[in-house]
């Protein structure tokens, strides 16, 4: 029986992974934060354990006599204290590297993220070699850039990693990406730039799961590299809102702002939050503005021919399994 450690098992992608794992028979170890996911984890027949990623100790323990770590714990936010992130994000995968090694962890699977691509201009077909921007979008693309540099040099001095940069993942279960724009719709609207005509990518939970595993069986001379992940079919912004909104029984509101004045808004109401020191997220962010403003597809070519991987899972399948959920759970 193979041994797994996920971080993060009670986020989003990470609860889904540990549940498949358990379900293809692995014995898993899932390390996260939330108590209530914990012990639905628990129930499922899987060792739980409550523990920080900053605190180097549990993580390391954690680790060990692990066949494969999944290292998907994050603190994904637009928005933040530096100081937070740099402990979770950064030091937290250096703890995880430490232990991978001390605990002679045969393979360490990383969950980076394309935010470190993003520089507010329209790119297409990014790949993942392109050169990244001088100034990182935020702190969590600045601290999620310096996590793969610490994966990569720990590949560099024996460890056997693999790195995945999944995009904009969604299905039941998501509590961020398809929840603040249904949010937004439900307070007045959803603020659309550009005339929602925008070409991104997306990715559906379950196809996100296949390349994590995909990942853990990899020949070795995939390892050392990482590679996009996303549905391998770039769609365009309102589309897909009018395609959620149809599935969810309700009628979709849109407010058309230049993009010009929203990201002059956002950064006024960034510079606002700094002064007052708010922890509050701003109404608008620059990224949140970029996400939504901005063309940004990736190149799949290095995911599919050396890892093998193809989604399963479309996003208009994905969209209306999401609406599924959604409607049942509402009100819970």
Same mark, same amino acid.
């Given at each position: ?19 498949? =794992? ?9 390390? #996260? ?67 991978? $090694? ?14 470190? %691509? ?13 050169? &990244? ?33 999944? $995009?904009?993942?969604? #299905? ?15 307070? #007045? ?7 929602? $005509? ?13 390349? &994590? ?24 912004? =309102?589309?897909? &809102? ?16 230049? %993009?010009?004045?929203?990201?002059? &808004? ?20 620059? %990224? ?33 399994? %999401? ?10």
């Amino acid at each position: 029986m193979r041994r797994a450690l996920v971080t993060g098992a009670t986020g989003f992608v990470g609860k889904r992974l540990a549940l498949t =794992l358990q379900r293809k028979g692995w014995q898993v170890t899932a390390f #996260g934060r939330n108590e209530a996911a914990g012990a639905e984890l628990t129930g499922a027949g899987i060792t739980f354990i409550r523990g920080d990623l900053a605190q180097r100790g549990p993580v390391v323990e954690a680790c060990r006599g692990q066949d494969v770590v999944f290292h998907s714990g994050a603190l994904s936010s637009p928005w933040g204290a530096y100081q937070q992130f740099y402990d979770s994000n950064v030091m937290g995968t250096r703890h995880v590297v430490d232990g991978c $090694r001390e605990g002679g962890a045969r393979r360490l699977v990383h969950v980076s993220t394309p935010s470190i %691509y993003m520089n507010y201009r329209d790119r297409f077909n990014i790949a993942e070699d392109s050169p &990244l921007p001088r100034k990182p979008a935020n702190h969590y693309a600045a601290t999620k850039r310096l996590a793969e540099e610490i994966v990569q040099q720990a590949h560099s001095e024996g460890l056997p990693a693999i790195i995945i940069r999944p $995009r904009a993942i969604f #299905g039941p279960g998501d509590a961020t990406l398809l929840p603040r724009l249904i949010r937004a719709n439900d307070e #007045g609207g959803v603020p659309m730039f550009r005339g929602g $005509r925008i070409t991104m990518d997306m990715t559906y939970v379950d196809n996100v799961v296949q390349a &994590l595993l995909l990942c853990a069986d990899a020949p070795k001379s995939a390892l050392g590299a990482a590679y996009n992940i996303t549905n391998q079919e770039p769609v365009v912004l =309102l589309e897909v &809102l009018e395609r959620l909104f149809r599935e969810l029984d309700k009628p979709l509101k849109l407010r058309k702002v230049p %993009y010009p004045i929203a990201y002059g &808004l956002a950064g006024f109401l960034e510079w606002k939050a700094r002064l007052l020191r708010s922890e509050e997220e701003p109404l608008l962010t620059r %990224y949140s503005v970029g996400v939504l403003g901005r063309h940004q597809t990736l190149d799949h070519t290095l995911a599919r021919n050396v890892l093998g991987y193809m989604p399963q899972i479309s996003v208009e399948e994905g969209i209306v399994r %999401y609406a599924q959920w959604w409607k049942k759970h509402e009100h819970q």
